[in-house]
């Protein structure tokens, strides 16, 4: 299984970006998806989590109210809307895939990994 983000960039504060995650080889429609994110110096954080069926989606505290995730499982894709950038969103993003298909908030429960994409905001 193969995960490749894109959509990075470097935008304005208060710009908005679309991150998508395709993912190759296996069940996409099986695998619950999720992004984090990992600012220099810190830990890597959770941002949002979307069940294998698309039916549940939880948030980091950091992403309520400004960013969206989303699945297509006809194009093996996840996406992650952000609005209202700030320059605290400055990190690396990353996707991930669990195939146990809940939509979990740690870490630990995801099996495959992307390599990350970079999103930098100007303030």
Not at 16 to 24: D, G, K, M, P, Q
Not at 53 to 73: E, P, Q, V
Request: with cysteine; proline share 1%; net charge positive.
């Amino acid at each position: 299984v193969q995960l490749v983000e894109s959509g990075g960039g470097l935008v304005q504060a208060g710009s908005s970006l679309r991150l998508s995650c395709a993912v190759t080889g296996g069940t996409f429609s099986r695998y619950a998806m999720a992004w984090f994110r990992q600012a220099p110096g810190k830990e890597r954080d959770f941002v949002a989590t979307i069940s294998s069926s698309g039916g549940s989606t939880y948030y980091g505290d950091s992403a309520k109210g400004r960013f969206t995730i989303s699945r297509h499982n006809g194009k093996n894709t996840a996406y992650l809307q952000m609005n209202s950038l700030k320059s605290e969103d400055t990190a690396v993003y990353y996707c991930a895939a669990d195939l146990g298909g809940g939509a979990l908030k740690y870490e630990g429960a995801y099996e495959y990994w992307g390599q990350g994409t970079q999103v930098t905001v100007s303030s």
